[in-house]
């Protein structure tokens, strides 16, 4: 889900306090929606985010309900691309 030099960062990783930022750089303009899942694979967070081709930054703010371990973080993007990330909760 690259196009040029750009591509998709999300950190930290390991998350240690209830934030969590992505930064997007060289995609496709549009929509993209994040979905985190847990280690037993169960949906337990869906946003959005529009990017207009800039270098953009979305911070996410995790609620109490999630617990330290071991999550999926998936963006799906225009043209049905998707790229996912193992993202840790200390």
Known sequence: MTNGDGGIAVYPNPV???LVHVLMTGQQKG?????IYNNAGARVLVTEMT???T?????IVFDKFFVHGTYYFEI???GKKSKTFKLFID
């Open 55 to 59: 270098n953009s930054i979305k911070t």
């Open 51 to 53: 990017y207009d081709g």
């Open 16 to 18: 240690t306090g209830n």
């Open 31 to 35: 929509g993209y929606q994040i979905t």
């Open 76 to 78: 799906n993007g225009p």
